[in-house]
């Protein structure tokens, strides 16, 4: 069984920061081997990627809405990801979620990115007050 626990959401005022990060183990899966991501999901709406890392953490894509604002990094020897976001907007206002073991591509703000991911984490929220 593969668990993915993420933490760091919080409330915080537009322009300020906040970084999430996220672990993921379980049998069968080694944290180094598995490229990792970061997608969004509003009420109501799909499930947005924002970011993803390769397993050798050499090549990070983002989603166009957080290029210049958010970087995504991790440390295989902690098992941990982790996605430092800056200057916040209100529209970043939303639940994070992170998933492990899909493909990660320029494309991962495409709505399909999602669903080459098959383990997932429940979510941590993300408020960005005005």
């Known amino acids: 069984q593969v668990q993915v626990v993420e933490s760091g959401g919080g409330l915080v005022l537009a322009g300020g920061s906040l970084r999430l990060s996220c672990t993921a183990s379980?049998?069968?899966?080694?944290?180094?081997?598995?490229?990792m991501a970061w997608f969004r999901q509003a009420p109501g709406k799909g499930r947005e990627g924002v970011s993803c890392?390769?397993?050798?953490?050499?090549?990070?894509y983002y989603a166009d809405s957080v290029k210049g604002r958010f970087t995504i990094s991790r440390d295989n020897a902690k098992g941990t990801l982790y996605l430092q976001m800056n200057s916040l907007r209100p529209e970043d206002t939303t639940m994070y979620y992170c998933a492990a073991g899909g493909f990660c591509r320029p494309t991962i703000g495409d709505s399909s990115a999602a669903k080459t991911y098959a383990y997932w984490g429940q979510g941590t929220q993300v408020t960005v007050s005005s």
């Open positions: 379980g049998s069968g899966l080694t944290f180094g081997d598995i490229n």
């Open positions: 890392l390769d397993w050798t953490g050499r090549s990070a």
